[in-house]
């Protein structure tokens, strides 16, 4: 459905596959070089997606969904409904972590660090922003988160667990 792709929120290249989010609704993943559509489903204000392993796919849903969705890419439509999902106000960033075996999750107010358990996803530590207004959530480097804020921008210290602020912005 073309309707739920009117905008473009976030694209995610995974070698030779594009994973695309729109806050008009739609997440899909595109064969790069064949455009073929591997999968696509809807999320309510979806602004990120990434890849875990599984073939699962996260999906944060923003302001309307204010949650993070977890699909199989083995069923796909506009009417598939998810496996699961974890609440969070204002959900707006995803990204794996290969090395902790874990989902971070960027909402409005909070990151919070997800790890899968079987069939279920479990929160497992909460950590509230210096300010509020969680937006963009990506790796700086293995160790590290960068985010962004209504007005800032922090790096997190997997390691520590502590934000600082980013320097470069």
Request: contains cysteine; aromatic residues 10%.
């Amino acid at each position: 459905n073309r309707r739920a792709f009117a905008t473009t929120d976030e694209c995610k290249v995974y070698q030779d596959l594009i994973l695309i989010t729109s806050s008009s609704g739609g997440v899909a993943l595109i064969e790069r070089y064949s455009k073929k559509c591997r999968f696509h489903a809807t999320a309510k204000n979806a602004h990120s997606a990434c890849l875990l392993p599984g073939d699962l796919v996260a999906v944060a849903a923003s302001f309307g969904g204010d949650e993070v969705r977890f699909f199989n890419q083995a069923k796909s439509g506009a009417g598939v409904l998810p496996l699961m999902t974890v609440p969070l106000s204002g959900a707006h960033g995803v990204e794996w972590d290969d090395a902790g075996e874990c989902l971070w999750a960027l909402g409005t107010k909070e990151l919070i660090k997800i790890s899968i358990a079987g069939a279920k996803m479990i929160v497992r530590e909460r950590f509230k922003l210096p300010t509020s207004g969680g937006h963009d959530l990506y790796w700086w480097d293995r160790k590290h988160l960068v985010l962004s804020v209504d007005h800032h921008c922090y790096l997190f210290s997997i390691d520590d667990r502590t934000f600082a602020g980013f320097a470069p912005l």
